[in-house]
């Protein structure tokens, strides 16, 4: 391999790194972000149940 | 049935610290925060262009020498901030007791091995044109791949003990007696003989003017981007730790 094909791949390695943490973050925020809405939609059908309280 | 009522009961009493404790919910991000993350992406732009087109060739290794300016940033992350940031929180932890430093220890020696992993593929990458092989076990090649094998391990036990206190403190203790490791990365290429260059020296590692420019830019760059995923990650982990607390009370588990 030449001197630029072993920095391609050096360079594509950083970016494939960075690219899938962020993504896996991407993912956890989603994941996080659902459980709150399930969490409040919850809360909020309690509330109905139980009006007044 | 009476336990239906209590539950219905603290239902109905709980709800407000849920909704007011989503402050760190993606959707409410602050819009420093956003700020921080453009600032990164900008400055990697930036560092990306002179460390590819406007630094010059190295006249002996050539192009693939470019490899270096992310390679010595990505080093810089995880040997400084990274588990310096792990190290600082993990003595703030013992001292104070307060679980958000264990978070963010544990949040900074995620980002330390991405860094590390970072640093030790593209190392050999580099070295294998201009050593003539991929991995030699350098002083200083061996000691961060110790140094890896640490922090995964680090990361190993936070997974494998409940979330409390117990965790925190076993990490804390961990990740201090890991951080030993550090200095001697940092060192074993003054106290051991070894082919990995000198970068950081009194006179400035030998390097042109424009590539040490490509190389504080590239560093700069990446200590945004770690700044902005600590801060990420930190805010994800307090507020999971919050639905936990809220699951709980209303036993929801």
């Known amino acids: 391999m030449s001197n630029l094909g072993f920095l391609a791949v050096g360079y594509g390695f950083i970016w494939l790194v960075l690219g899938s943490y962020v993504f896996s973050l991407a993912r956890r925020q989603g994941g996080l972000n659902r459980q709150v809405d399930r969490l409040e939609r919850e809360l909020e059908l309690t509330r109905e149940a139980a009006p007044g309280r | ?253």
């Open chain 2, 1 to 253: 049935m009476a336990e239906e009522q209590t539950l219905k009961r603290t239902f109905a009493e709980a709800p407000p610290a849920v909704i007011e404790q989503r402050g760190g919910r993606g959707g409410d991000r602050s819009l420093w925060v956003d700020a921080l993350g453009a600032g990164s992406i900008l400055a990697i732009l930036f560092a990306l262009y002179l460390a590819l087109i406007w630094a010059p060739t190295e006249a002996v290794m050539g192009d693939i020498q470019r490899l270096f300016y992310f390679h010595v940033a990505a080093a810089w992350l995880a040997l400084g901030p990274s588990f310096g940031v792990v190290a600082a929180c993990s003595v703030l932890y013992l001292w104070k007791k307060d679980l958000r430093y264990d978070r963010i220890a544990s949040a900074s020696a995620e980002l330390g091995v991405m860094f590390t992993t970072i640093t030790l593929v593209t190392g050999p990458i580099w070295a294998r044109p201009i050593w003539g092989a991929y991995w030699t076990w350098d002083p200083r090649l061996t000691t961060t791949l110790v140094l890896w094998f640490i922090f995964v391990a680090y990361l190993m036990l936070r997974s494998a003990v409940d979330a409390g206190h117990k965790r925190a403190r076993l990490s804390a203790v961990f990740g201090i007696v890991g951080w030993i490791d550090v200095p001697i990365v940092f060192m074993s290429i003054r106290w051991w003989r070894t082919i990995h260059p000198t970068v950081i020296a009194s006179e400035g590692g030998g390097l042109a003017p424009d590539m040490r420019l490509a190389l504080f830019v590239a560093i700069g760059a990446f200590t945004l981007l770690y700044a902005y995923l600590l801060v990420v990650r930190v805010r994800q982990e307090d507020l999971a730790t919050r639905l936990d607390r809220v699951r709980h009370q209303l036993y929801l588990r």
